[in-house]
C-alpha cells in the first residue's frame, strides 16, 4: 500500500477575488468548477504544475486561516514573476531561513497562508 498527494481544499468566499488571485496573481490555471445551480456556493480547482488546490465556498468544507507549504523548484524565478505581476494586495519578501530554505508567504483574500519554499522536508 501506498498513500500519494494530497489536495487541500481552502476555504473561500468570493469568486471574482479567488480567480484574481490564484488566476491572475499566482498563475494557476482553472480546471474545473462546479455549482449545484445558480446561486449556490462554488467549489473550483486551481492547479499549477503539479501543485492542485480546491477552492470551496460551502460552510464546512474548510475554515479560513489554513497554512501551506508548497515547494517550487526555482524560488528566486516564481517570486520575480509574482512580483512583476505587481499585485495591489501582496508584495511577497522572499527570505533565507535559519534552516537552509528560501521561502516566501502571501496571504489570499480569506487569510488562507501559503508558504512558497524551494525545500520540505521528506
Known sequence: MQLSHTTPILRSFDEAKAREFYVQFLGFQ????????????????????????????????????????IQVD?????????????????????QDMPWGSRDFTVTDPFGNRLTFTNAIST
Open 30 to 69: 482553472v480546471d474545473w468548477d462546479h455549482r449545484f445551480e445558480p446561486g449556490l456556493p462554488l467549489y473550483l480547482q486551481v492547479s499549477r504544475d503539479a501543485c492542485v488546490l480546491h477552492l470551496s465556498e460551502h460552510h464546512g468544507d474548510a475554515c479560513p486561516g489554513a497554512a501551506l507549504r
Open 74 to 94: 526555482d524560488i528566486d524565478a516564481f517570486h520575480a514573476e509574482l512580483m512583476a505581476r505587481a499585485y495591489g494586495f501582496a508584495r511577497p519578501v522572499l
